[in-house]
């Protein structure tokens, strides 16, 4: 399932919506196929009744094990947004954190070797405020998911200081204005290049 798209904020972009690395269900995966191997082998080489009807209770249990994880899994987001991180989690209940780009200090990440090869990881997420550091588990290539972080960092952080500079002309636009009016009531500029002048002043902001 997508992040919701009205669930962002005005100019906000989804950069990245991934899902839980396949590791999230490797235990339930391998109980589920060891279950129905010795399935196989007991269907195989007994004709025990009671065998039969345990070791079909043991696949049950272990495809019902698989199904709830795999629910979860694809119901699990972690989000890159030009302005935030994003985790949202569960099925009947559901449970979320969010961390705004300015507030993130530092990002790094765990591999062991399986992980390494596989592809997968740990992110840890150190961020200013009540929240602290914040563990990300079984992340798909989480080295690219690092840089990915930084980089809308970098972005957003630009955006803010774009918006503080053209706040700052905005506003200087009608003090500048002004200046031509007076100008203008000084003779020093005629009444069409003042016009002209504020035409001009005005398109730019």
């Not at 390494?116 to 992340?139: K, P, Y």
């Amino acid at each position: 399932m997508a992040y919701p798209p009205d669930q962002l904020n005005h100019n906000e972009e989804i950069i990245l919506d991934l899902r839980p690395h396949w590791w999230f269900f490797a235990r339930q995966m391998l109980a589920l196929v060891a279950s129905i191997a010795l399935g196989i082998v007991v269907l195989a080489f007994t004709d025990n009744g009671y065998l039969s009807l345990a070791v079909g209770v043991l696949v049950l249990a272990s495809l019902i094990w698989f199904g709830l994880r795999y629910v979860v899994w694809t119901t699990t987001n972690f989000v890159i947004t030009s302005d935030r991180l994003i985790v949202r989690s569960g099925v009947l209940s559901r449970e979320g954190v969010e961390i705004p780009l300015e507030r993130v200090n530092t990002v790094f990440f765990r591999q062991s070797f399986l992980e390494r090869l596989i592809r997968s990881g740990d992110l840890v997420i150190e961020s200013a405020g009540e929240m602290g550091s914040q563990n990300f588990t079984d992340i798909r290539k989480p080295l690219n998911v690092q840089n990915e972080i930084y980089r809308q960092m970098e972005g957003n952080e630009n955006r803010k200081f774009d918006r503080a500079g053209a706040g700052a002309v905005a506003a200087s636009i009608p003090e500048q204005i002004d200046q031509l009016d007076e100008l203008r009531a000084r003779g020093v500029i005629s009444s069409e290049e003042f016009e002209a002048k504020k035409n001009e002043l005005l398109r730019r902001m």
